[in-house]
């Protein structure tokens, strides 16, 4: 006798279901802590939600001469190194846009220093969070990259390749640190004049709420 016929889809069902259980704990995080009125006693977010997040693209492209990222592909030829396409995805990142002749000029290594701090601060967190700068034209001072921004990953989005990247971000962005999830959603944005606290303590908020990444 054969086996009945299995109902239509229902493969995909535990598929559908381990998704759901990777996603839906983030989601829910974020909804109730920035999206409700909810909030713990005396606390508040201190950056710029942006709603709703941007799903940022996934694209290679070539890391600033000098710097490395894990899973790049290695430099054939003597061509640039390639970042993995998903390099915004897997971990909490702290991201940068590069402006000025230099690619990053003075205040977008202020900036730098401002995310740099708050990854330092966030002690055994930091596995969990990157530091990325996609760079203009003319990037970088290797010299400055190296001594004061170990760890950093520095990508050359002068190209073309980077246009849809950049086109998701909002403007303005000079002094500006994103905070994108590990699932390369855009989240939030922080001015980096202010006092780095308030990242620190936001970001810390999210890792606690969400067990990915």
Known sequence: MSDAPRPPGGSRRPVFLVMLLFVAPL???????????????????????????????EVALPLAAGTTAPGATGAPGGTAAMAKASVLRGKWTLLVIGHGESG???????????????????AQLTPRV?????????CCDMAYLGREQEGLVALDAAGPTASALLAAVPEPTA????????????MMRYDARQDPKGLREDLKKLLELSHIG
């Open 27 to 57: 989601a829910a995080a974020f909804w109730l802590y920035y999206g409700s009125t909810w909030r713990p006693a005396q606390q508040t977010n201190h950056g710029t939600l942006i709603t709703p997040p941007v799903t940022l693209p």
């Open 104 to 122: 990053c000029d003075a205040q977008c290594q202020q900036t730098l220093v401002y995310a740099r701090q708050t990854w330092l601060s966030l």
């Open 130 to 138: 990157q530091r990325v700068l996609l760079a203009g034209t003319g």
């Open 175 to 186: 002094g500006t640190v994103f905070v994108v999830d590990p699932l390369g959603n855009l």
